[in-house]
């Protein structure tokens, strides 16, 4: 079995920051894209930004300039460095990835969420 589990989030003041962690545990063979989403109350999820194995990175027009996606391969985990906060970033974010268990077998893993919280 395949798990990501998230770390990070928490209450921030507008123009804070915050780093979001997601390490993938389990049965892996590889890690395709890796990607971090996120869920306001009342909200569709959202991408907010995600990564390729080979480290091309691509942002929701929101957050760019602001957030920073990065992952360790070694260490099987993607980062997410948000910057300048704003009260519309409040959300849970999710982590997302694609990944082989085996050679044939790539399923899409989501990690359980963690609270962002920005204050005014």
């Known amino acids: 079995q395949v798990q990501l589990v998230e770390s990070g989030g928490g209450l921030v003041q507008a123009g804070g920051s915050l780093r979001l962690s997601c390490a993938a545990s389990?049965?892996?063979?590889?890690?395709?894209?890796m990607a971090w989403y996120r869920q306001a109350p009342g909200k569709q999820r959202e991408l907010v930004a995600y990564i390729t194995n080979s480290g091309s990175t691509n942002y929701a027009v929101s957050v760019k300039g602001r957030f920073t996606i990065s992952r360790d391969n070694a260490m099987n985990t993607v980062y997410l460095q948000m910057n300048s906060l704003k009260p519309e970033d409040t959300a849970v974010y999710y982590c997302n990835a694609q990944i082989a268990s085996t050679r044939w077998l790539t399923k899409n893993y989501w990690g359980q969420g963690t609270q962002v919280a920005v204050s005014s």
């Open positions: 389990g049965s892996i063979f590889s890690i395709n894209d």
